[in-house]
């Protein structure tokens, strides 16, 4: 994917850069599309093309109130999660925020009951009681969706504290955006982290707001997290978040390494979301233009564009994923509709308090 990644001013954010820790650590990875099975190349299209025809499923929902409260949608940011994710096991975690479907997706967890945690239903993976920022499922190691700005550092850390203890092969994967740097629990958990040099990577899905507002406008220095974590100690790399190899090859990586004892490691995905922060969102704060400039890159387009023109898989083997996809979304929310309301009586049940 030949694009590159553009900062808030119009310049080009370079791929891969390191900080000077990790000039060595996370380097000798060039590897590409051509070190992975057509089966891998379309997987991982297939799952990012899933979790854009889940979120578009959604948002349809929502607007006619069969999903409620809250709802932060993923599109555009599909290839950090899908990319992220493909090198971990079943005994790996993962811990992430409350825009949480697509790394919900991405970690394998089904879909029928991903959609009707969303509609409230009884089948729902939280029995409906969880909802959209809440995603669980033990058996996939996947703890969660968390509203709280910033609460899903310690829990992660606590997770991979466990692993090295327990002298596991496991790693913990956190995500987190760019306006849950500004919370102290973000500094506490990288300090720990190096001190107790825990299996944990940190990826950063920077998608250049924290709510409504540029990164630019509350951080002062440079709008790069990434060189900031050398002072912990901790080997950190810049990727482009909107191609899903270059963050799947800075996974590889790091998850190998993690695996090695040479943790914590910190991935920065800059990356960008279609959307407004949740769907009611009017996005005034930013204009049109920038938002076009960014579709131009879309990862659920260029990706297997790319792979068309090179190739590696043909236009009909991706036609037919894209009509899998739509399938199996449409099976989902038909799932949901029919799935029953959570009984009143069960309104304390699995309430930990």
């Not at 609460?151 to 850390?157: E, K, T």
């Not at 993690?258 to 009611?280: D, M, N, Q």
């Not at 199996?328 to 009984?343: G, M």
Request: with cysteine.
């Amino acid at each position: 994917m030949a694009s590159q990644a553009k900062t808030k001013s119009g310049k080009p954010a370079k791929s891969a850069k390191r900080s000077a820790a990790a000039s060595k650590s996370l380097e000798n990875g060039a590897t590409g599309a051509g070190s992975y099975s057509q089966d891998e190349l379309l997987e991982m299209f297939r799952q990012m093309c899933l979790i854009r025809q889940f979120e578009i499923a959604c948002g349809e929902h929502y607007a006619k109130g069969n999903i409620r409260g809250f709802l932060h949608l993923y599109i555009g940011q599909e290839a950090t999660g899908v990319g992220a994710l493909r090198p971990l096991t079943d005994q790996d975690y993962v811990v992430t925020h409350y825009r949480d479907h697509g790394h919900a997706i991405s970690r394998g967890l089904d879909v029928n009951r991903s959609m009707a945690e969303l509609f409230g239903r009884k089948t729902g993976l939280s029995k409906g009681k969880g909802g959209s920022m809440h995603l669980f499922d033990a058996a996939k190691r996947f703890m969660g969706g968390h509203a709280i700005v910033g609460g899903q550092f310690p829990l992660a850390l606590g997770l991979a504290f466990s692993q090295k203890y327990q002298k596991t092969d496991g790693v913990t994967v956190c995500f987190f955006g760019d306006g849950s740097t500004n919370q102290g629990l973000y500094h506490e958990t990288l300090n720990l982290a190096a001190v107790w040099k825990v299996p944990m990577l940190f990826v950063l899905e920077n998608n250049g707001y924290g709510m409504g507002t540029a990164v630019e406008r509350v951080r002062a220095g440079s709008p790069d997290f990434y060189t900031d974590v050398d002072r912990y100690g901790i080997d950190a790399v810049e990727v482009d978040g909107m191609d899903v190899l270059a963050v799947r090859e800075a996974a590889d990586i790091a998850i190998a390494k993690l695996r090695a004892g040479e943790g914590p490691l910190f991935i920065e995905a800059k990356t960008f979301r279609y959307v407004g922060h949740s769907y009611a969102d009017g996005q005034k704060y930013r204009d049109q233009h920038e938002v076009d400039e960014w579709r131009r890159r879309d990862p659920v387009e260029a990706y297997p564009q790319m792979l068309i023109d090179h190739k590696l898989v043909s236009k009909k083997q991706i036609d037919q994923v894209k009509a899998d996809v739509d399938a199996q979304v449409a099976a989902a929310v038909k799932f949901a509709e029919e799935s029953p309301e959570p009984d009143p009586e069960e309104l304390f049940d699995d309430v930990m308090a």
